[in-house]
T-cell receptor, first 113, second 113 residues
Framework: ETGVTQTPRHLVMGMTNKKSLKCEQHLGHNAMYWYKQSAKKPLELMFVYNFKEQTENNSVPSRFSPECPNSSHLFLHLHTLQPEDSALYLC????????????FGEGSRLTVL | KQEVTQIPAALSVPEGENLVLNCSFTDSAIYNLQWFRQDPGKGLTSLLLIQSSQREQTSGRLNASLDKSSGRSTLYIAASQPGDSATYLCAVKDRGSARQLTFGSGTQLTVLP
């Protein structure tokens, strides 16, 4: 199994839909992250979780709602998104939030119509 | 606020050449620096992690150096191959905000056969 697995890989949704992105890591890490990658822009950190507790919210709009039920799973719930939210959403994990390498999943390509 | 710059934005070289990718950062008080590779539409693959106390790291044909005082890192790729074609990203973890990485915009490398 790959270290960090994201599903779905591709998602198309309307502005009124509710959908969720899922991330699972098999590395025994304690910290998990959501990043957003838009065209022509550097990666932007969205959320950080450490031992299931959210430790960082980088001023993300409330239409993005993260959930971390345990150290191995991370969700990003999506509701009433805007077309400008279309991007590649990347999940990552690391041994802890302040040390070690980050390992990324393959990403979920989101298109909002 | 930390800023990370990668120059050039794009680079094209013939197969077999040795090449250097550059990364500069504005705040030298860093915790570590990490180089990633990203293939089109895919996630990020960690290549090398350099702790602030280290000056270089090597993995196969890759060598990354770090000069904190000048705010620079380089990624040296020896004997480039078409399979090395990808976008290379550097990311810095600050001591002041050790939970998140600041990413550069990347260098898109094309190795021509």
């Amino acid at each position: 199994e790959t270290g960090v697995t994201q599903t779905p890989r591709h998602l198309v949704m309307g502005m009124t839909n509710k959908k969720s992105l899922k991330c699972e890591q098999h590395l025994g890490h304690n910290a998990m992250y959501w990043y957003k990658q838009s065209a022509k822009k550097p990666l932007e950190l969205m959320f950080v979780y450490n031992f299931k507790e959210q430790t960082e919210n980088n001023s993300v709009p409330s239409r993005f709602s993260p959930e971390c039920p345990n150290s191995s799973h991370l969700f990003l719930h999506l509701h009433t998104l805007q077309p400008e939210d279309s991007a590649l959403y990347l999940c990552a994990s690391s041994p802890g939030p302040e040390n070690g390498e980050l390992f990324f999943g393959e990403g979920s390509r989101l298109t909002v119509l | 606020k930390q800023e990370v710059t990668q120059i050039p934005a794009a680079l094209s070289v013939p197969e077999g050449e040795n090449l250097v990718l550059n990364c500069s950062f504005t705040d030298s008080a860093i915790y570590n620096l990490q180089w990633f590779r990203q293939d089109p539409g895919k996630g990020l693959t960690s290549l090398l992690l350099i702790q602030s106390s280290q000056r270089e790291q090597t993995s196969g044909r890759l060598n990354a150096s770090l000069d904190k005082s000048s705010g620079r890192s380089t990624l040296y790729i020896a004997a480039s191959q078409p399979g090395d074609s990808a976008t290379y990203l550097c990311a810095v973890k600050d001591r002041g905000s050790a939970r998140q990485l600041t990413f550069g915009s990347g260098t898109q490398l094309t190795v021509l056969p």
